[in-house]
């Protein structure tokens, strides 16, 4: 399989769209309980590889990014190693549900659609989502928006957002990625993009000071996946993160790929439970 490195605007990382399309189409079902995975000693971690600073592979092919240092905190818990399986966005809850990996530290906002396919753990990052667009674009309300091309990533919460809350004549693109989509926007393809929080930043990377938020859509939390019903993958997960959030690493991970501190985690989200019945 071949892995080109190419540049983005976060630096030098691997491009992983033939290599999701590949794992997609082409790896057998992997489906290990926890006592498997155990006895294994490997977890296999669907993660996206191309959404820094979130989950990304770097030039030399390592895996990177928040979700990646707290799936290496989780798989040390269980002394174990673990295996990254780099996945698009559209392709997360697919290769879950279908047995290709154990479980998902991949940038998954939790929501009651989702939850009916997955079963989330407890909250462990917070997600903020605008609509980014030009300076000098005026777009003061959704309304704005009517006969402009808005680009969101594909399958994402940013596209049902988006889509729900658009005006009538609004045109809605839809990318494989979030560097797709950001790319779209720098190159005139859409006139403003729907994303997460660090968008401006990675923008600002390729283009100083010309692009802002303009609108909130919403604010959302993280949770990582497992399937419906597996108690055991699930119970870890929550055991695990529960005693990792209040430490001083969890801190210093948040610190590091966030540059912020943590926010305070709901107890419940309608519609999304973090146990396993």
């Known amino acids: 399989m071949a892995i080109r490195v190419k540049e983005t605007l976060f630096g030098r990382v691997l491009s992983v769209a033939v290599v999701a399309a590949t794992l997609m189409g082409g790896v057998q079902a992997h489906a290990a309980s926890l006592k498997e995975a155990l006895e294994q000693k490997q977890v296999v971690i669907g993660i996206q590889g191309d ?11 390592q895996q990177q990014g928040f979700d990646a240092d707290v799936a290496k ?33 991949s940038t998954l906002v939790m929501n009651a659609e989702r939850a009916k396919a997955i079963q989330y753990s407890v909250p462990y990052a917070g997600n903020d989502n605008a609509l980014v ?17 808005v680009g969101v990533p594909r399958s994402s919460v940013v596209d049902t957002a988006t889509t729900k809350m658009a005006p009538a004549g609004t045109q809605i693109l839809r990318f ?13 393809q859409v006139d403003a993009v729907g994303g997460n929080q660090f968008y401006v930043g990675r923008l600002d990377n390729a283009r100083p000071g010309a692009f802002e938020e303009k609108l909130k859509l919403q604010v959302f939390f993280n949770g990582a996946g497992s ?3 597996e108690k055991d993958w699930n119970g870890a997960l929550n055991t695990f993160l529960k005693g990792f959030i209040p430490t001083p690493e969890y801190a210093a991970i948040y610190q590091k790929w966030l540059h912020r501190d ?15 019945p």
């Not at 959404?51 to 092919?61: A, K, M, Q, V």
């Not at 667009?133 to 091309?149: F, Q, T």
């Not at 943590?262 to 396993?276: W, Y």
């Open 51 to 61: 959404n820094p600073p979130w989950g990304f592979i770097d030039s030399t092919g």
């Open 73 to 105: 905190a989780f798989v040390k818990s269980l002394g174990v190693e673990a295996k990254f399986v780099p996945l698009a966005i559209a392709n997360r809850i697919p290769a879950l549900t279908t047995g290709k990996v154990d479980v998902l530290f």
């Open 262 to 276: 943590a926010p305070k985690f709901p107890d419940a989200i309608e519609g999304v439970p973090f146990e396993a």
């Open 176 to 188: 494989d990625d979030d560097a797709a989509n950001i790319q779209a926007l720098l190159s005139g």
């Open 133 to 149: 667009a030009p300076k000098d674009r005026p777009i003061k309300s959704m309304d704005d928006l009517a006969g402009l091309k």
């Open 227 to 229: 399937r419906l019903g």
